[in-house]
């Protein structure tokens, strides 16, 4: 089982920016295999649409720094580590500059980049980006054709409904080729169908805290997935997930160790992160149980 970690980018972690390089370097040093961000764009004070499907959202996310900015930060100062997202909210960019930003950051970690997409939940946040909610998954269809122009043809153009890319010269390709692996999160059944025909793999989430894992809720969206992507004509084997532990306040180390292990034994989970937001305070504490974490698992 591979395991990383959520980069400092949100809640008390997020005020200390100066420490995401230090942050990065030690977690690779104590054995960490990825390091992952989130993207949250807004943290309305009257939402239209809370978290989690209350009525508020949590303080945590009152503080984010940008996650391109953390991923190119962790990129330059470690050698091995995979560097991930999950998820960014692809409909919001246009693919131009994503495809931009994205090489980038996989030419800088020498082809380390695990981009995951997905399409969001609020309302607020799409008003703010200046992007229709209600395209957000046609959007998101037309990200994926045009970042696989721009990363296998030059030069490269791409005409959309919502997106449109003039013929352009596009010497600069990511490290990884032919793409780098592609992500998606979703359990509604367009988003599985999403994974099935067009991504590398997938990304579930587990809450400890909220309740045991339950090795079915990822095994059986995970049949599906692969049941559907046959029917595409894709080999269903060549199919990833990279696990999200998403500990809720106040969760103990054991059961996020807990989740990890039962995942690696009794799914088809092979990598998995922990979200650190809201189980450390600070880079010393995020840094202290990302390596009890470690431990537990691999002793």
């Not at 978290?51 to 503080?63: A, C, K, L, M, Q």
């Not at 590398?200 to 587990?206: F, I, M, Q, R, S």
């Not at 599906?224 to 106040?250: F, H, N, Q, W």
């Amino acid at each position: 089982m591979q395991i990383g970690f959520t980069l400092p980018q949100m809640g008390p972690l997020a005020h200390q920016p100066e420490e995401v390089a230090r942050f990065a370097r030690e977690a690779e040093a104590l054995g960490a295999d990825s390091l992952w961000v989130g993207d949250r764009l807004l943290a309305p004070v009257d939402p239209t649409v809370g978290y989690g499907g209350g009525d508020t959202i949590p303080e945590v996310f009152h503080s984010v720094l940008d996650p391109f900015a953390l991923m190119t930060v962790a990129a330059t100062v470690t050698r091995r580590v995979r560097i991930g997202s999950n998820i960014l909210i692809a409909p919001w960019y246009a693919p131009a500059l994503l495809a931009r930003s994205l090489t980038t950051i996989d030419r800088i970690s020498g082809g380390r980049l695990m981009p995951g997409f997905g399409t969001g939940w609020s309302p607020d946040e799409y008003q703010a980006a200046g992007v229709p909610m209600d395209e957000r998954g046609a959007r998101l269809d037309e990200c994926l054709d045009a970042l696989e122009e721009l990363w296998s043809a030059n030069p490269a153009g791409y005409q959309g409904r919502y997106w449109q890319i003039p013929q352009t010269y596009a010497d600069i390709k990511p490290a990884q080729t032919p793409r780098p692996p592609l992500y998606l999160a979703g359990f509604a059944p367009a988003a599985m169908r999403r994974v099935a025909q067009r991504a590398d793999g997938w990304l579930p989430v587990h809450v400890p805290g909220a309740g045991e894992f339950d090795p079915a809720t990822v095994n059986e969206p995970m049949r599906s997935i692969r049941a559907l992507a046959k029917e595409a004509g894709r080999d269903p084997a060549t199919l990833r997930m990279v696990l999200r532990v998403y500990p809720a306040p106040g969760t103990g180390l054991d059961q996020v160790v807990d989740t990890i292990m039962r995942a690696g034994r009794d799914t088809d989970v092979d990598h998995a992160f922990v979200e650190m937001m809201n189980i450390a305070a600070s880079v010393d504490e995020s840094l202290d149980k990302a390596q009890r974490i470690l431990n537990a698992v691999r002793n």
